[in-house]
């Protein structure tokens, strides 16, 4: 099986037989090494004691217990509209970015404790 090959004498025939014969063994071959990788998952799955997912059959990792966060107070205020508000959480919002990319300071959008106590006892 060690012979040196030599396509170029070999007719279309031949060489689609040993193309067929590769393709046979190639098959063989990934089938086995499948086998074997999938066995040694399982034995590592159940060493670590790794959930499967119950739709595709993926490993999923185990999901931390997030910390319940409370209702944030707004921080920010516009003025031109009073009913928009931000808490100084995620994103900023368009009329804060807008504004300071027009030059005015975050500062300038504070809500003052007077303010925000006041606006608490009018609702």
């Known amino acids: ?9 070999m007719s279309v025939d031949e060489m689609w037989r040993l193309h067929e014969k590769f393709i046979e063994v190639l098959s063989e071959r990934l089938t086995t090494e499948k ?3 999938e066995l040694r998952l399982a ?3 159940r060493d670590q ?3 499967r997912s119950k739709t595709n059959g993926e490993v ?6 997030r910390r319940k966060v409370g209702p944030v107070s707004p921080k920010y205020r516009n003025p031109d509209d009073p009913s928009e508000t931000w808490s100084g959480r995620g994103k900023r919002p368009r009329w804060l ?4 990319s027009a030059g005015r300071t975050i500062e300038e959008f504070i809500i003052s404790d007077a ?3 006041a606006g608490r006892q009018r609702a």
């Open 1 to 9: 099986m060690s012979r040196k090959l030599n396509l170029d004498a």
């Open 35 to 37: 086998r074997e990788l």
């Open 43 to 45: 034995k590592l799955r």
């Open 49 to 51: 004691a790794l959930p």
């Open 60 to 65: 999923t990792e185990p999901h931390s217990e």
């Open 97 to 100: 970015t807008a504004a300071l």
């Open 115 to 117: 303010a925000d106590s």
